[in-house]
């Protein structure tokens, strides 16, 4: 006869790994594009000329975006804020995961308190696309792309290979020093690379420790 306890688990672990409700799916993006000469080049705080950025060089960038889940400002202090967009609307979270411009004399600290601006807006199922942006920093590491004319798909992903990254019309990266100088360009790009990445909610955690617990108090009576 199988163990009650051991049929609980079971069952708790079907629901862990394939129940699709209980798992969240942000999508990391991989762009690709060179500098361009836009507005112009600024490298007052020299971080262009120490990584031979210039006009044509190629860069790259990865961003993980979840449309599920609130926009995130992290303080050097750890204070964590979720952000509005300016018509009082809740961002999503938007993160910048890498990118050929960091290196580690640029993204370890921030210069206005600021550790990471993870967020985009605004609420991208309207008819009017003209307002989305993204702004993500790591660091010093700013990263703005504002105008995205291009709507996500019905499963919440935009489309590789569109000529703009995002449909965007300016995309910018900005570095600043602790003195707040800063070297920043602009740039063209597209999405070469989507893929979801899969994160188990806090909800399947507790769900999980519920399983274990439930095991564990079985197995205990069974052995009185």
Same mark, same amino acid.
């Given at each position: 006869?199988?163990?009650?306890?051991?049929?609980?688990?079971? $069952?708790?672990?079907?629901?862990?790994?394939?129940?699709?409700?209980?798992?969240?799916?942000?999508?990391?993006?991989?762009?690709?594009?060179? $500098? #361009?000469?836009?507005?112009?080049?600024?490298?007052?705080?020299?971080?262009?000329?120490?990584?031979?950025?210039?006009?044509?060089?190629?860069?790259?960038?990865? *961003? $993980? *975006?979840?449309?599920?889940? /609130?926009? @995130?400002?992290?303080?050097?202090?750890?204070?964590?804020?979720?952000?509005?967009?300016?018509?009082?609307?809740? /961002?999503?979270?938007?993160?910048?995961?890498?990118?050929? @411009?960091? /290196?580690?004399?640029?993204?370890?600290?921030? =210069?206005?308190?600021?550790?990471?601006?993870?967020?985009?807006?605004?609420?991208?199922?309207?008819?009017?696309?003209?307002?989305?942006?993204?702004? *993500?920093?790591?660091?010093?590491?700013?990263?703005? #792309?504002?105008?995205?004319?291009?709507?996500?798909?019905?499963?919440?992903?935009?489309?590789?290979?569109?000529?703009?990254?995002?449909?965007?019309?300016?995309?910018?990266? @900005?570095?600043?020093?602790?003195?707040?100088? %800063?070297? =920043?360009?602009?740039?063209?790009?597209?999405? /070469?690379?989507?893929?979801?990445?899969? *994160?188990?909610?806090? %909800?399947?955690?507790?769900?999980?420790?519920?399983?274990?617990?439930?095991? =564990?108090?079985?197995?205990?009576?069974?052995?009185?």
């Amino acid at each position: 006869m199988i163990h009650p306890g051991r049929i609980f688990f079971v $069952v708790l672990m079907t629901l862990f790994w394939g129940g699709q409700s209980a798992w969240s799916y942000p999508v990391q993006y991989t762009l690709e594009g060179f $500098v #361009i000469q836009g507005p112009g080049i600024n490298d007052s705080a020299g971080f262009l000329a120490d990584m031979g950025i210039s006009i044509g060089s190629h860069v790259s960038y990865s *961003i $993980v *975006i979840d449309l599920n889940s /609130t926009g @995130t400002i992290l303080l050097n202090n750890g204070t964590l804020t979720n952000p509005l967009d300016v018509s009082g609307k809740n /961002t999503f979270y938007a993160h910048y995961a890498g990118s050929s @411009t960091i /290196t580690s004399s640029n993204h370890l600290s921030s =210069y206005n308190g600021i550790q990471e601006n993870n967020y985009g807006g605004n609420n991208w199922l309207t008819s009017t696309f003209s307002e989305r942006w993204l702004s *993500i920093s790591n660091g010093n590491n700013y990263l703005d #792309i504002y105008n995205m004319f291009e709507q996500p798909n019905s499963s919440g992903e935009w489309s590789i290979g569109f000529p703009w990254a995002f449909g965007a019309a300016f995309l910018r990266n @900005t570095i600043f020093d602790s003195s707040g100088n %800063s070297s =920043y360009f602009n740039f063209v790009a597209q999405i /070469t690379k989507a893929e979801s990445i899969p *994160i188990p909610e806090p %909800s399947t955690f507790a769900l999980f420790g519920v399983g274990l617990a439930g095991n =564990y108090l079985f197995r205990k009576r069974y052995r009185k």
